[in-house]
Antibody, heavy 119, light 103 residues
């Protein structure tokens, strides 16, 4: 059974750094693109970027390029999303997603990690 | 840009639901549909415009190509009342703003 299990809720202050995680299991982790989707009440669902764990190729949405870092460790089958300096506007629910083999849809989702940033 | 309509659809169990998603330019058939219930992550229903994901009941169907797409739920069950999103993949991935299916 494919599972993506994300790290827990985070409450941070603006300017702090943060790294959240997503552990994949039940499939060949290295051979599927894995990425992140942000959800906010105001902007809805936004794709942030994806990485291919086998060769560490990374693709960012232009909206998020330079603001976050996506990575993955294929040896511990875990993907990461990190910020070096959080802003209040980063407050959102973040979902880890697996990209389907055709690359056209997100066929499995993590349970979500809520990040709250106070100014 | 993906535009979904209507924003809210109010129906009763047993009725047929028709949700629309329009793309600002052709996405061929690179169109997926997701269902999201309160407090849960979205779930993939349809990919490549018309292919049901694993485990999705046959009452869900997708159609369309190019710029106009439809998600149809033939006979609504109580558990189908949720928010539905379309998503495209051309150069990047983008989502529609969602349609809330209300009882």
């Amino acid at each position: 059974e494919v599972q993506l299990v994300q790290s827990g809720t985070e409450v941070k202050k603006a300017g702090e750094s943060l790294k959240i995680s997503c552990k994949g299991s039940g499939y060949s982790f290295s051979r599927y693109w894995i990425g992140w989707v942000r959800q906010t009440p105001g902007r809805g669902l936004e794709w942030m970027g994806i990485t291919y764990p086998d060769d560490s190729d990374i693709r960012y949405s232009p909206t998020f390029q330079g603001h976050v870092t996506i990575s993955a460790d294929k040896y511990i089958t875990t993907a990461y999303l990190q910020w070096s300096s959080l802003k209040a506007s980063d407050t959102a629910m973040y979902y880890c997603v697996r990209v389907d083999p055709d690359g056209s849809a997100f066929d499995f989702w993590g349970q979500g990690t809520m990040v709250s940033v106070s100014s | 840009v993906l535009t979904q309509s209507p924003a809210t659809l109010s129906l009763s169990p047993g009725e047929r639901a028709t949700l629309s998603c329009r793309a600002s330019q052709s996405v061929k058939t690179y169109l997926a549909w997701y269902q999201q219930k309160p407090g849960q992550a979205p779930r993939l229903l349809i990919y490549d415009a018309s292919r049901r994901a694993t485990g999705i009941p046959a009452r869900f169907s997708g159609s369309g190509s190019g710029t106009d797409f439809t998600l149809t739920i033939t006979s609504l069950e109580p558990e189908d009342f949720a928010v539905y999103y379309c998503q495209q993949r051309t150069q990047w991935y983008t989502f529609g703003q969602g349609t809330k299916l209300d009882i």
